[in-house]
């Protein structure tokens, strides 16, 4: 039986998937070493799925119905962006290279973690007092001029704590509710709560005894901050026919945007549903139906030339595959306090929920069918 939605609040989320979710968001799983995120991810949703299939780089799907040859995807992508160890001065300092799109401008006064194998290794990202900074010649943080300390005065000593060049950096910064709950704060938001919301959607199927009539994979994604990468393979294996993409955008209420360029998006307001070349027509059509028949508020943005996500994976793997984006609004991406309204993530699992369950494991969405 479907239910329609006016008014959902995470806040009546059962307790099992609010631990998921915490020890999902507070795990580290930098782009390139996704697998203890996977890992998590796997236990979660196993009781909710017949199988898993993965790959050497990491990605993994949780498979309803295997044989079935009519194949669905949901997928949202696991990695969070990073810093890779690059250089150790003589005095012990430690100089970075980018894993992904992290921002120097929010380094300085950060604490991090470096993961070593002789484990996690404490430092600070330094940075010059205002005192003795020339204000006159004031110059944003560059990758060129953040650093790190671990509290060693030498090279040998950072070493002698298995710090070396490829070490990967994240945040110490865990997530944190905001305004008794009204928002989840925190880094990697983007995009693990993509990987909650696709994982809640196959669980609620399973718990409300829905029998799909095709195969649906629930596909969790690597490497999507560096260029699309695990999507991109992972689409390849599966070839499905229909492909759904969550991930977050961005909410333009805050300072500092200018909707007249990028869209005038709110958080609050529901999923964002893109108009852009990669999106199929046909398809978009079908979700903004049951958004609409359902009461599942929604906004609309357009995009360019591409998406920006793991959408342009799939839809231009093969010979072109059926796919739509969902997002998610979400302000001050890229950092460590990435914030979303928590019913928006109720609406977006409500929405691929109701997609989900009324397909009938034949549609045509060809252009020319009839």
Excluded at 5 to 33: C, D, V, W
Excluded at 226 to 253: F, N, W, Y
Aim: net charge negative; hydrophobic share 35%; charged share 20%.
């Amino acid at each position: 039986m479907h239910i329609k939605y006016k008014n959902p609040y995470l806040s009546i989320m059962r307790s099992e998937s609010k631990a998921f979710l915490e020890s999902y968001l507070n795990n580290p799983s930098p782009t390139g070493q996704e697998v203890q995120g996977q890992q998590l991810w796997m236990k979660y949703i196993q009781p909710y799925v017949d199988t898993f299939i993965s790959d050497v780089y990491g990605n993994v799907a949780g498979i309803v119905n295997p044989a079935a040859p009519y194949k669905v995807v949901i997928e949202a992508h696991a990695d969070e962006i990073a810093y890779y160890v690059n250089f150790i001065s003589d005095k012990g300092y430690i100089y970075l290279k980018r894993n992904g799109g992290s921002d120097p401008l929010i380094a300085p006064s950060k604490r991090v973690n470096i993961h070593t194998d002789k484990g996690i290794v404490k430092a600070v990202f330094g940075w010059p007092a205002i005192h003795i900074r020339t204000r006159e010649k004031e110059e944003a943080p560059t990758l060129k001029t953040i650093f790190l300390d671990c509290g060693c005065e030498t090279r040998e000593e950072v070493e002698s704590l298995g710090v070396h060049v490829g070490c990967m950096v994240t945040f110490e910064d865990e997530m944190l509710w905001l305004n008794n709950g009204k928002y989840l704060c925190g880094r990697a938001l983007d995009n693990r709560i993509g990987g909650f919301i696709i994982a809640e959607t196959a669980r609620r199927i399973k718990e409300n005894n829905i029998q799909l009539p095709f195969g649906l994979y629930v596909v969790n994604s690597v490497q999507e901050e560096i260029g699309l990468r695990g999507a991109e393979m992972i689409s390849r294996r599966i070839k499905p026919d229909v492909a759904i993409i969550t991930d977050v955008c961005h909410d333009t209420q805050s300072p500092m945007h200018d909707k007249e360029m990028i869209g005038d998006i709110s958080c609050g307001k529901g999923p964002v549903l893109t108009y852009g070349p990669s999106v199929q027509n046909k398809l978009l059509k079908a979700i903004l139906q049951v958004a609409s028949e359902k009461q599942i508020p929604f906004q609309r943005t357009t995009a360019d030339r591409a998406t920006g996500t793991d959408t342009e994976s799939f839809a231009y793997s093969a010979e072109g595959v059926a796919s739509a984006l969902i997002s998610l609004p979400l302000k001050y991406m890229h950092t460590t306090v990435e914030s979303v309204r928590t019913e928006d993530i109720q609406h977006v699992i409500n929405l691929m929920y109701e997609f989900v369950t009324q397909l009938k494991g034949n549609e045509d969405y060809n252009y020319f069918s009839s």
